[in-house]
Every structure is written in structure tokens, then in C-alpha cells.
């Protein structure tokens, strides 16, 4: 089946800086990509739907500014959180879409971030 | 809006045993449903879903769900548990039967199984 890698799995940072997360579809291409957060004990929350060469579609209440997200091919999308603070600590999950080949969402094992 | 309601946050089996994870939804839309299963650091794959048609879905791994709009329940279940079940299931729905679609997917707080010897 398709696969969809995340890296890093775990980062721990600063307070005050920024940090990349990458999300790849190794083995199709993918001109969506959804990138969730998910607290402990909560559900995924989307945050933000990214398409290929256009400019990311974010949910109500996601600060895009903090949330960078950059889908520049397609196979691979980024999430930067800039400026981070310790309320930003998640787990964030990414999925693609893998159409027209498929309608099926393919998540990523997600990252687990850490602000100190 | 949407939203779902998983009971239980830990359910635990032994071997052999039925399985039942329970997800009820909330939709102001015929919903179409879906159980995805993560296992551990992998992403979440898609166990079975709902769109339209048959109200008992079939799925992998012996799994199978039955949609009853009555009770607004979708509720995951397999016959005879076995050890590699164990998992964290996650029931979501969509107003959209194309999972992601420009729609976003609604998730509960998943149910975590243990199933033991």
C-alpha cells in the first residue's frame, strides 16, 4: 500500500525557535496533504489542507503565520512552527491523498513535538 | 457540524474473545463513516467505511462495522480477537464519502485495545 513518511518522529526544541516537519508520499504522488495535531487524550484536529503549488487552506483558529506549511511537490509537504512555545508541544499527524489513483487518505506515524 | 463520540478509551479482550469498540456520531448530513486503525509508530490505515448501501461494512483483518442511523452508532467489531489486534482504533466522519475530498475528516479520541493471552 502507500506510504507516507514523517521526519523527524520526535523533536524537542526551544522556546522561540522554529522547527520543520516534513511529510513524503514515498510511493505515489499526492497533490493534497492534510496536516493534524492531536493532544493527549484528544482527537486529530485538522489544522491545515495543503495542495500542491498553491497556498494552504487553514482551519478556523490556526494561526497561519505560526504555521507555515509549504507544498512545493508532490511528494512532499512541510510544516514549520515558528516561534514555538511550550503550548505548541503536540503530536502531529500529515496524510495524503493520493488521487486520481485513489480517494484514500494515507497518514504519516507523526511527529512528537517537545517545547521547552 | 460533525463530531464523534468514542466510549472507552482502553478496552481490553482476551484472545478469542469479541471484540467491540463502540463510536457514535453527530451529523447534521447523512454521515459517511470510517474505523481507521494505527498501530504503534506506524500512520493510521483505514480499517473499513460507510457511505451508502449495505449498513453492515466489511473491513481487513476480520473486522466489520455496522451503520445504524437509529441509534446514530457505527460500532467496530470482529468475532475473535487475536493478539496483533492490538492497536488504537479511530472513528471519524465526513460529509464527503471521498476520505479528505476538500472535506475534513472528524476524529474521536480513539479507543485503545489490549488483548490478552
Known amino acids: 500500500g502507500a506510504v507516507v513518511s514523517q521526519h523527524p518522529s520526535r523533536v524537542i526544541c526551544k522556546s522561540g525557535t522554529s522547527v520543520k516537519i516534513e511529510c513524503r508520499s514515498l510511493?505515489?504522488?499526492?497533490?493534497?496533504m492534510f496536516w493534524y495535531r492531536q493532544f493527549p487524550k484528544q482527537s486529530l484536529m485538522l489544522m491545515a489542507t495543503s495542495n500542491e503549488g498553491s497556498k494552504a487552506t487553514y482551519e478556523q483558529g490556526v494561526e497561519k503565520d505560526k504555521f507555515l506549511i509549504n507544498h512545493a511537490s508532490l511528494t512532499l509537504s512541510t510544516l514549520t512552527v515558528t516561534s514555538a512555545h511550550p503550548e505548541d508541544s503536540s503530536f502531529y499527524i500529515c496524510s495524503a491523498l493520493a488521487r486520481p489513483s485513489s480517494d484514500e487518505q494515507f497518514f504519516g506515524p507523526g511527529t512528537r513535538l517537545t517545547v521547552l | 457540524a460533525q463530531s464523534v463520540t468514542q466510549l472507552g478509551s482502553h478496552v481490553s479482550v482476551s484472545e478469542g474473545a469479541l471484540v467491540l469498540l463502540r463510536c457514535n456520531y453527530s451529523s447534521s448530513v447523512p454521515p459517511y463513516l470510517f474505523w481507521y486503525v494505527q498501530y504503534p509508530n506506524q500512520g493510521l490505515q483505514l480499517l473499513l467505511k460507510?457511505?451508502?448501501?449495505?449498513?453492515l461494512v466489511k473491513g481487513i483483518n476480520g473486522f466489520e462495522a455496522e451503520f445504524k442511523k437509529s441509534e446514530t452508532s457505527f460500532h467496530l467489531t470482529k468475532p475473535s480477537a487475536h493478539m496483533s489486534d492490538a492497536a488504537e482504533y479511530f472513528c471519524a466522519v465526513s460529509d464527503d464519502p471521498l476520505t479528505g475530498g476538500g472535506n475534513k475528516l472528524t476524529f474521536g479520541t480513539g479507543t485503545q485495545l489490549k488483548v490478552e493471552l
Open positions: 460507510y457511505t451508502t448501501g449495505a449498513t
Open positions: 510511493d505515489f504522488q499526492a497533490t493534497t
